[in-house]
């Protein structure tokens, strides 16, 4: 058997793997760096399994191109717009995701990006140490405050509603969110509105993304809806960059049309949409909201438990396909 991992994970998860299926060859891809489409498919052809992240475009033709022991795509990961689940359905493979365990990790990067963007942070750091905090003065810095101020959640998913909580509980802000779905626990638990996009987008002073990418939601925030937040509001995304027209989004901030932005992900990952960096209202982070010591290693340890699953004729616990 042959396991093929994409990108170099926790050790605990090699270790899972390699007691459970003694015999089985595991491969991990030496580079630090993702593998292009050649590279890929010349180290993991013929493999039974394969451990993918969200950088790996898992279309239909590399499915097919990797051969037809493939049996199981773990991908390191909760989103997987990614993959082609059809083409992957099709050839009877599995796919498997780590959902659940990103929740807190990815909650706390919103939580954080929203706070630094409010209180303008990264700025803020940028000044004082270039030397230009020249003493405490009552207008040095201002920004603005986050408590019983309104947060519009977009997608009502475990993380959307970790973030709302810890907005209501902790900040005792209302809550407004937006999802095809009714969610009574939503209203009951954290008092909150559900009201249509552009109801929340004019009315939320933090707007923050938690919907996965699907053609529906690709460039949800386009000029148009960026055009209904308050100049005053702040956008988080920890979702995933499509979900945004990136570059109606440094139009809008270039031209103060809001307040801030602070993102995790971008349109073009890792490429950002020209003039973002030189922003000085946006905060950028290089998409680390699952990135904690022990989130990542439950997200490898979820990935070696589905590949054993299915390798040893088993139903893996976290089926997307
Ligand atoms: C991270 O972005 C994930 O989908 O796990
Ligand atoms: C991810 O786990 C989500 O449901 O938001």
Not at 62 to 74: S, T
Not at 196 to 204: A, D, I, P, V
Request: hydrophobic letters at 45%; a negative charge; glycine letters at 8%.
């Amino acid at each position: 058997m042959f396991i093929y991992l994409t990108r170099a994970v926790p050790e605990v998860a090699i270790d899972l793997l390699a007691n459970a299926l003694p015999d089985a060859r595991i491969e991990v891809n030496p580079h630090d760096r993702n593998l292009n489409r050649a590279e890929l498919i010349e180290a993991a052809a013929g493999c039974d399994a394969l451990v993918c992240t969200l950088a790996d475009p898992i279309d239909a033709t590399l499915i097919e191109d990797l051969g037809p022991q493939l049996k199981v795509i773990a991908t390191y990961a909760v989103g997987y717009n990614n993959i082609d689940l059809q083409a992957a359905k099709n050839r009877g493979i599995a796919v498997c995701n780590t959902p659940g365990v990103l929740t807190d990790a990815t909650a706390e990067i919103a939580v954080g990006l929203l706070l630094a963007c409010a209180r303008r942070m990264t700025e803020g750091d940028n000044l004082t140490r270039q030397g230009l905090f020249t003493g405490w003065a009552p207008l040095l810095h201002r920004g603005h405050g986050v408590y019983g101020k309104t947060v519009g959640i977009v997608g009502a998913g475990r993380i959307g509603k970790r973030v709302a909580a810890t907005m209501k509980h902790g900040f005792g802000c209302r809550i407004l969110y937006h999802s095809r779905e009714d969610h009574v626990d939503w209203e009951n638990e954290l008092e909150a509105e559900k009201v249509e996009l552009g109801e929340l987008l004019s009315r939320s002073d933090f707007v923050s993304l938690h919907c996965p990418l699907t053609p529906d939601t690709r460039h949800l925030l386009d000029a148009d809806m960026l055009k209904l937040m308050k100049p005053t509001a702040v956008l988080v995304n920890t979702a995933r960059g499509p979900v945004v027209d990136e570059q109606a989004l440094v139009q809008a901030l270039r031209e103060k049309r809001i307040a801030a932005a602070g993102l995790d992900v971008y349109e073009n990952e890792p490429a950002l949409a020209p003039g973002l960096s030189e922003l000085e209202n946006a905060v950028l982070l290089p998409h680390i909201g699952s990135a904690t010591m022990e989130t990542r290693d439950e997200m490898g340890r979820m990935c070696a438990r589905a590949v054993i699953a299915v390798l040893t004729g088993q139903e893996p616990a976290h089926r997307v396909v």
